[in-house]
């Protein structure tokens, strides 16, 4: 007889946190995701912004509680303002909290959805 393997349990809800500073989960091994952190880190002058790796237990809560895959990790998720934002459009919410002269980015919301995403 072969023993199967058991299907992932759902996690726990995420612990809880401050919804009312930024929050972005992204993608831990990635070194674009790295760096773009180093330069959110950097540029963030009031320090609002905080930051989960997807592969922790708290971020792979948090992808699932917004139907993204756990399997690979190919985009981060932005939470602002209790607003779930991935791909482009988290990018685009995570400049325009850093103020000018990022804020510029907005712009690209004009792109349709089909090339922001």
Known sequence: MIDLPEPKRPLPPPQAYDATQPLIVFDGVCVFC?????????????KRFRFATA???FGEALFRN???ATDSYDTSLT????KAFTQLDGFIAVMAE????????KVLLALPRPLRD
């Open 34 to 46: 790295s760096g773009f952190v180093r330069t959110v880190v950097r540029f963030d002058r009031r």
């Open 55 to 57: 592969q922790s237990p």
């Open 66 to 68: 917004h139907g993204l």
């Open 79 to 82: 939470l602002i303002d209790g």
């Open 98 to 105: 850093l103020g000018w002269p990022w804020r510029a980015a």
